[in-house]
């Protein structure tokens, strides 16, 4: 399973972005997937995580109401739509995805994701 990840750049506050990730293989449909991002000098947070159906998304706290991740199933792509967005969400976006989803693993957590992307750059100027 690979994972690419596209769409980062520069924008200045108040901007969007639509992050895209790529997933290859032929089950990408049974996948959840999830968004995490990691500033410099700061761990890894969660983003937004997104289940096998798009039926339950899942959003921290602090881009909740500007963030919104959906998913292709037909393209094997899952994305970060990011309105509204502030220097502090200044960071590289990761897509993540759990090919084994179950009820028990969280997708808030990092540890829980099988195969990651290379991760893109969103910097937000003030």
């Known amino acids: 399973v690979q994972l690419q990840a596209f769409g980062g750049g520069l924008v200045q506050t108040g901007g969007s972005l639509r992050l895209s990730c790529v997933v290859s293989g032929r089950t990408f449909s049974r996948y959840a997937m999830g968004w995490f991002r990691q500033a410099p000098g700061k761990e890894r947070e969660f983003v937004a995580a997104?289940?096998?159906?798009?039926?339950?998304?899942y959003y921290a706290d602090s881009v909740k109401g500007r963030f919104t991740i959906s998913r292709s199933n037909a393209k094997n792509t899952v994305y970060l739509q990011m309105n509204s967005l502030k220097p502090e969400d200044t960071a590289v976006y990761y897509c993540?995805?759990?090919?084994?989803?179950?009820?028990?693993?969280?997708?808030?957590?990092?540890?829980?994701?099988?195969?990651w992307g290379q991760g893109t750059q969103v910097t937000v100027s003030s």
């Open positions: 997104i289940s096998w159906s798009g039926g339950t998304t």
């Open positions: 993540a995805a759990d090919t084994v989803p179950t009820v028990a693993r969280s997708p808030r957590i990092g540890d829980e994701y099988d195969y």
